[in-house]
């Protein structure tokens, strides 16, 4: 089960029953899976001959940046990110293949300095793995100003080291995303475009061990220890 509010980002919790929810007054999404949102690629010509991506305008941006870039967009190969959470190096790999709107989008907000200076606002470490980021304003309701599709095959899975979409229901990603530092079972609801290294997972293993404050009131809340993404970077 995920609950993820409209205008915020979340994840669920599915052993607890409770949602990690990316929003300020989460709503619920269906406990059982829902069938795949049509992909923002799902017309893509064949791997390497570039796609065309949709990013629809929203009013409610907790960070000012331009549209990604809608036409040409790759899909083969993979994207490279380095994402300094606390000043410590996660290497990111992205899938440009699988997921060629989903990582598009992530690059330009990273390009754009998007994440810079951001906390990562939820941590679920129970029953769920995941530490949840993203948002501008830490109040889980913070994104880019627009939204795009899922990029689903609908046998999605969460190991640890897994980087994923966190959303609102179907079509309604933007900025927030989550990083699964220990295998987790979750619906396939949620597009997983990339992963991070193992130092990396280090990294997240050890602000997940300082526990979370419960702040959020469904089992999950906001990292005792520092979670601050200081700065990433593409390449």
């Not at 995941?130 to 880019?144: E, F, I, R, S, W």
């Amino acid at each position: 089960m995920v609950s993820v509010k409209k205008s915020n980002l979340l994840l669920p919790l599915v052993l607890l029953a409770a949602a990690l929810a990316a929003c300020s007054g989460p709503a619920t999404v269906p406990a059982s899976p829902a069938a795949p949102a049509t992909s923002a690629a799902a017309s893509a010509p064949a791997s390497g001959a570039g796609v065309t991506c949709t990013y629809k305008a929203t009013a409610d941006a907790a960070k000012k940046v331009a549209l990604p870039p809608t036409s040409g967009v790759a899909n083969s190969g993979t994207a490279a990110v380095t994402l300094k959470l606390n000043d410590k190096a996660l290497t990111l790999t992205l899938d440009r293949e699988r997921t060629p709107c989903t990582t598009n989008s992530f690059v330009s907000l990273v390009s754009q300095k998007y994440f810079d200076g951001t906390s990562c606002h939820r941590l679920a470490d129970s029953g769920i793995f995941v530490l949840q980021c993203g948002d501008p304003t830490a109040t889980g309701t913070g994104g880019p100003g627009y939204e795009f599709a899922d990029e689903l095959s609908g046998e999605e899975t969460y190991p640890a080291g897994s980087l994923a979409m966190a959303n609102a229901g179907p079509g309604t990603n933007g900025s927030q995303f989550f990083i699964v530092f220990a295998d987790t079972q979750l619906s396939p609801n949620y597009t997983v475009f990339g992963a991070i290294d193992e130092a990396g997972l280090k990294v997240v293993t050890a602000i997940a061990a300082g526990g979370q404050d419960g702040a959020w009131g469904d089992g999950t809340g906001k990292p005792k220890l520092p979670a601050v993404i200081t700065s990433a970077t593409v390449g």
